[in-house]
């Protein structure tokens, strides 16, 4: 397995704009995807901030989901959005809660 924790900073007033954008793109994507065994998606302290936690399969995983269509297409609609690119910290999860 791996992780990934994403930090986007949207343009001031723009995380919206940002959050609209993912929610046409991404969780259809998501969800069909056998690769990702859990994600979190939700809001940082800083009001233009966005943090995503992903935990895939493994790395070959992740770095498919990159190649795919949709997040081609979100990648196009949000590039305007963001005051810098994604902040990424990748992990190792030694322990995941059940979700069952």
Do not use: C
Not at 4 to 13: D, S, T
Not at 16 to 45: C, E, K, Q
Not at 81 to 98: G, N
Request: net charge negative; aromatic share 10%; glycine share 4%.
């Amino acid at each position: 397995m791996t992780g990934l924790i994403v930090i986007h900073r949207a343009l001031p007033g723009q995380r919206a704009a940002l959050i609209d954008a993912w929610t046409r793109h991404m969780p259809a994507a998501i969800a069909a995807n056998p690769g990702h065994v859990a994600y979190s998606y939700g809001f940082g302290d800083d009001p233009d901030s966005i943090v995503a936690v992903q935990i895939y399969r493994s790395v070959t995983d992740a770095e498919a989901f990159l190649h795919t269509e949709a997040y081609r297409a979100y990648l196009d609609a949000s590039r305007h959005l963001l005051a810098r690119d994604p902040e990424l910290i990748r992990f190792v999860p030694h322990w995941i809660k059940d979700r069952a």
